[in-house]
T-cell receptor, first 112, second 113 residues
Framework: GENVGLHLPTLSVQEGDNSIINCAYSNSASDYFIWYKQESGKGPQFIIDIRSNMDKRQGQRVTVLLNKTVKHLSLQIAATQPGDSAVYFCAVLDNYGQNFVFGPGTRLSVLP | IAGITQAPTSQILAAGRRMTLRCTQDMRHNAMYWYRQDLGLGLRLIHYSNTAGTTGKGEVPDGYSVSRANTDDFPLTLASAVPSQTSVYFC????????????FGPGTRLTVL
């Protein structure tokens, strides 16, 4: 089965700096990945996704990088703002292409 | 468009009681899911349904049952609640099973005493 992990459970950054949150997965056949943001007391919110035929995808202030060689996924947030404070986790489509496996999450704290 | 709604928002339940968590989506998504989220364990899949009339077991299905009578609704039932089922429950849906974006509801916080 798929195993998904994050390198750091917590991350603190200064407001205005860039943030990088990492995720590792185990199944080289995984072909679809999502990053979610979860604020306290709320459901996970879709941020950005990427398919395995791409290695980079950009959204508004966010970039997802996919390195299939080392099975690594990262989320970059540019000019981090206080509203970015949340738990971020990646979701990887399992090797059957049916259900997602979720990482445990990284809590991002933005310091003033 | 509301997206995904869940009810109740929170509930305190005595052990042994029966409880149904409700989930409704208005996006006409084919696939729906129930997850539980526990501190340190992340999101774990309980049951899923790829289309109306079909259901499947996820990673942690014991003690839970689901039904999918129509496209919009996907209730989760705890037949006889136990304290280990204290958790936050999230319903999710996506248009198609497979490589498609999955969206989540706001969650139900359940405490079993």
């Amino acid at each position: 089965g798929e195993n998904v992990g994050l390198h750091l459970p917590t991350l603190s950054v200064q407001e205005g700096d860039n943030s990088i949150i990492n995720c590792a997965y185990s199944n080289s056949a995984s072909d679809y990945f999502i990053w979610y943001k979860q604020e306290s007391g709320k459901g996970p919110q879709f941020i950005i996704d990427i398919r395995s035929n791409m290695d980079k995808r950009q959204g508004q202030r966010v970039t997802v990088l996919l390195n299939k060689t080392v099975k690594h996924l990262s989320l970059q947030i540019a000019a981090t703002q206080p509203g970015d404070s949340a738990v971020y986790f990646c979701a990887v489509l399992d090797n059957y292409g049916q259900n997602f496996v979720f990482g445990p999450g990284t809590r991002l704290s933005v310091l003033p | 468009i509301a997206g995904i709604t869940q009810a109740p928002t929170s509930q305190i339940l005595a052990a042994g009681r029966r409880m149904t968590l409700r989930c409704t989506q208005d996006m006409r998504h084919n696939a729906m899911y129930w997850y539980r989220q526990d501190l340190g364990l992340g999101l774990r899949l309980i049951h899923y349904s790829n289309t109306a009339g079909t259901t499947g077991k996820g990673e942690v299905p014991d003690g839970y049952s689901v039904s999918r009578a129509n496209t919009d609704d996907f209730p989760l039932t705890l037949a006889s609640a136990v304290p280990s089922q204290t958790s936050v429950y999230f319903c999710a849906s996506r248009r198609l099973a497979g490589a498609d974006t999955q969206y989540f509801g706001p969650g139900t916080r359940l405490t079993v005493l």
